[in-house]
């Protein structure tokens, strides 16, 4: 009889205890335990099973759990045997004080707030083990550290509250401490996108440092995340961490689901004639050496439910992912735009994320798309002579060109019938209309794809009429096949629309913004137009069958939020 699919369990004795579906991961501990580091970081995309696995990490190691290892019967690491038939790690169950935090929940719009989530969750690991004070295990003094902790903290005693509690512990047990910290990253991407960076990387970097490199009664740890952030920002006092990042081969087949391990589910569920289906949708994922790995949470909810759908890529926001494809440059759109075609990006890609510079490196963009998911690397090489890795980068799967897709119709869709109207004017070659309904399009999305960051009559144009081509493939997919040529820089941005079929209409789309030197923007709009005859960009399409009568071309004249657009007569 196929177990119960449970969905969003955390807790791997509940998932064991109550039989629900479950893989087998707990060969992680054996490979990590081997490993023998000190501090490990493992990036790994959301919902791919790190919580679980530091639940499990903690359910197996914790003093808390002593001679409670029955949960573990028949599990990998359970029934492990070494060379001469000892099963060791049985030894290693339940003997030693865990210290486990998660900060995931640290989401906030301020520093204050996302610093007042930190000291709590430090106060509810103090509370864990508030036995330590009726014991008489604390020194002269110590009693008074122990409840300050427990009121307002100060910078300085957050950032040595979890190595004076890995002491205190030490003392009472006699055994050094497992420090487990879950979605470290969290509070760093939050603090990125509400603007307290500074503030918080050094509250953070006070309190790694004290706890990861100068706790001396520190065991081992973990830390997850979703982003390895670069060194400098947080780790530049943890030169012992060993980071596990989607490239790296430790731990490869360890946090999602394997091809083998996704049918032998679909099997068990009666589903063997859906793998096609499944693949499609949720494969793709590269850890390491390691191909195919699907995500557990989409697999886990197809399961469950029988329909395919975009579980992963619906789960949590994607604020950030769209905020910087939305605000991004001329070439971050143009890429997205090739994406969602089928194609590939060449990129330099740096592993180290440095969250204040997304506004200004496009690599640190594409690096943080391959860490959260978004994006597979097909292959890479390394360039000799830079030092540089050169990554072949697409769409993860075709779940997440679905979440793109509704990203981007999400950016007009404030402004109601309107760009829709746009859409259905353009389709009937009807100019008045095309003019109306793009002036009103503009008004209410102008300011919507500015950074803020950058003056805006010199960047937004370009930015919005890059963000209205995204719009237009995406809307407009099932009947065109849209191409753009265009040039670096603010010169030109010509779209060809080619019907898939024999009854709509092709069409050349010509952007230009009006400077002082241009005159009007009737002149503006009319100097597009000539730009699209006398470079025949009309040849093209004809090459491909298309009839000079059924190519229609229009000039797009920008100046600020006033938009004119002239048709070819």
């Given at each position: 009889?196929?177990r119960?699919v449970?969905?969003g ?7 064991i ?7 087998d ?14 501090v490990t ?5 959301r919902?791919?099973g ?8 903690e359910?197996?190691?914790s ?8 949960v ?5 690491i ?26 995931a ?11 007042e ?13 508030d ?9 002269e003094?110590e ?21 004076n ?20 990253d ?6 990125w996108?509400?603007?307290?960076w500074?503030e918080m990387v ?39 961490l060993?980071?596990?990042?989607t490239?790296s081969?430790?731990y490869?087949d ?11 589910a679909l ?15 949720y ?14 949470w ?8 029988g ?33 969602l075609k089928?194609?590939?990006?060449y990129?330099?890609v740096?592993?180290q994320?440095i ?13 943080l ?7 597979k ?23 997440v060109?679905?979440m ?5 119709r999400k ?11 746009f ?5 009937q070659d009807?100019v ?35 963000g209205f ?5 995406v ?9 753009s040529?265009?040039?670096?820089g ?15 209409n ?9 400077d ?6 009737k ?8 730009q ?9 399409l ?5 009839a ?5 071309k ?8 006033e938009?004119l657009?002239?048709s070819?007569?």
């Amino acid at each position: 009889m196929a177990r119960t699919v449970g969905i969003g369990i955390q807790s791997f004795e509940k998932l064991i205890t109550e039989n629900s579906f479950y893989i087998d991961k707990t060969d992680f501990f054996r490979q990590w335990w081997e490993n023998r580091d000190d501090v490990t970081l493992i990036a790994r995309p959301r919902r791919f099973g790190k919580t679980l696995n530091m639940n499990m990490l903690e359910r197996f190691l914790s003093i808390e759990y002593a001679g409670q290892g029955e949960v573990f019967e028949g599990l990998s690491i359970w029934e492990y045997k070494s060379p001469d038939g000892d099963y060791k790690y049985r030894k290693l169950q339940g003997i030693w004080p865990v210290i486990f935090l998660s900060f995931a929940d640290v989401k906030a719009n301020t520093f204050a707030v996302a610093r007042e989530k930190i000291c709590m969750l430090i106060k509810e690991v103090y509370r864990k083990y508030d036995f330590l004070l009726a014991e008489g295990n604390l020194k002269e003094g110590e009693t008074e550290l122990f409840p300050g902790t427990l009121a307002e903290m100060t910078d300085s005693e957050a950032a040595y509250s979890l190595k004076n509690l890995s002491e205190f512990l030490y003392r009472y047990y006699g055994k050094k401490v497992i420090i487990l910290l879950d979605e470290y990253d969290t509070p760093l991407q939050e603090a990125w996108v509400y603007g307290y960076w500074k503030e918080m990387v050094e509250f953070i970097r006070g309190l790694f440092n004290s706890t990861f490199k100068t706790n001396r009664y520190l065991e081992r740890a973990v830390m997850t995340g979703i982003t390895r952030v670069s060194k400098e920002s947080i780790f530049s006092d943890l030169n012992h961490l060993t980071v596990v990042t989607t490239t790296s081969e430790m731990y490869e087949d360890c946090f999602g689901f394997t091809e083998e391990e996704v049918f032998a589910a679909l099997d068990e569920y009666g589903m063997q004639d859906k793998r096609l289906d499944v693949k499609r949708w949720y494969d793709g994922f590269t850890f390491g050496k390691c191909r195919d790995i699907y995500n557990p949470w989409s697999i886990i909810n197809y399961l469950k439910t029988g329909r395919l759908s975009a579980y992963w890529a619906n789960t949590s926001s994607n604020g950030l992912v769209e905020k910087l494809i939305r605000e991004g440059s001329a070439d971050i759109k143009i890429s997205m735009e090739n994406l969602l075609k089928g194609e590939h990006l060449y990129r330099e890609v740096d592993e180290q994320i440095i969250f204040d510079q997304l506004d200004a490196d496009e690599g640190a963009i594409w690096s943080l798309f391959l860490a959260s998911g978004y994006l597979k690397a097909e292959s890479y090489e390394l360039d000799e002579d830079t030092g540089t890795d050169l990554y072949e980068l697409a769409l993860t799967n075709k779940e997440v060109k679905i979440m793109f897709r509704k990203m981007i119709r999400k950016w007009f869709s404030g402004t109601g019938t309107v760009y829709n109207g746009f859409l259905m004017a353009l389709l009937q070659d009807d100019v008045k209309s095309m003019n109306a309904y793009m002036n009103r399009v503009a008004l209410a999305t102008f300011s919507y794809f500015d950074s803020g960051k950058n003056p805006s009559m010199e960047t937004q144009p370009e930015r919005f009429y890059h963000g209205f081509v995204l719009g237009l493939a995406v809307e407009l997919s099932e009947r065109y096949i849209i191409t753009s040529n265009r040039e670096s820089g603010f010169g030109r941005y010509d779209v060809l629309m080619e019907p898939k079929n024999g009854t709509d209409n092709a069409v050349i789309m010509e952007f230009k913004v009006k400077d002082s030197e241009e005159g009007t923007l009737k002149e503006t709009a009319e100097a597009a137009l000539e730009q699209i005859e006398e470079r025949k960009y009309g040849t093209v399409l004809e090459s491909r069958g298309i009839a000079p009568e059924r190519i229609r071309k229009y000039g797009f004249a920008f100046e600020g939020k006033e938009v004119l657009i002239k048709s070819k007569e």
